[in-house]
């Protein structure tokens, strides 16, 4: 017992496993996967918060509303101010104007009006925001980049339709992430397939990540992601 106590036990390094999201396919326009690409772990390696999604899903929807709704009220309906009849001796109920609420063409009791319904969030919390959706697309294996080097000059929409299908994501929401949202053969042939949606990579955000279910990242689109919205290449 005395020998094995005077043993020193050696302590083994616990071995970090790479996360299973650090790489995304590279696929073709037939549905084949042709390679792999490695993703930067400042974007695609946060950590969930489930607080700041919700916020940024609330400012968002909330700075989408016009507020412009109006209605017009007694004072501002145009129309005579003379009185409706006599005060007395009709056996009716008084009546100021025909511009009374009651009356058809009049003004609108507690109608709505013009309203500013926009909130802020500043650009360190939009920007996490945006990481963390990614992540969660990453970890979900619902990123992919798409290699559309094959495309012809003419738009062909069942070229798109078909990797859809190979690719298994037809009739599934697909965003398409392009680095430049040009009129070329490739955008007029994704518009045409109603499940599916463009956007630049610059003007990408949380929302339009977690409304879909499935991220394709468009050729160069990836990298021109990280140079727009990584700290190194930062405006």
């Known amino acids: 017992m005395a020998a094995q106590e005077g043993k020193k036990i050696k302590k083994t390094k616990a071995v970090k496993e790479k996360p299973a999201h650090d790489e995304v396919s590279v696929y073709d326009l037939h549905g084949k996967p042709i390679k792999t690409e490695k993703l ?20 968002y929807l909330n700075n989408q509303r016009q507020g412009t709704s109006s209605t017009k009220t007694r004072s501002e309906v145009s129309g005579t101010t003379k009185k409706m009849y006599k005060q007395k001796g009709t056996g009716r109920a008084r009546h100021g104007a025909a511009k009374a609420n ?24 939009k920007k996490q ?12 294996k619902s990123i992919r980049v798409l290699d559309s080097s094959d495309m012809g000059k003419e738009p062909k929409t069942s070229i798109i339709a078909q990797f859809l299908t190979a690719t298994k994501l037809s009739g599934k929401k697909v965003l398409f992430i392009l680095s430049k949202l040009e009129k070329t ?51």
């Open 40 to 59: 930067q772990k400042e974007v695609f390696q946060h950590k969930d918060n489930p607080a700041l999604i919700a916020q940024y899903v609330r400012v």
């Open 102 to 125: 009651l009356f058809r063409g009049g003004g609108v009791t507690f109608g709505p009006k013009p309203k500013e319904y926009s909130l802020n969030l500043n650009k360190k919390q």
């Open 129 to 140: 925001a945006l990481f963390i959706s990614l992540t969660q697309k990453a970890r979900a």
């Open 185 to 235: 053969s490739f955008v007029l042939s994704v518009r045409n397939i109603k499940s599916s949606d463009l956007i630049q990579s610059s003007t990408i955000n949380p929302y339009e990540i977690l409304n879909h279910d499935e991220i394709i990242f468009v050729d160069d689109s990836l990298q021109s992601f990280y140079s727009h919205f990584t700290k190194k290449n930062e405006n």
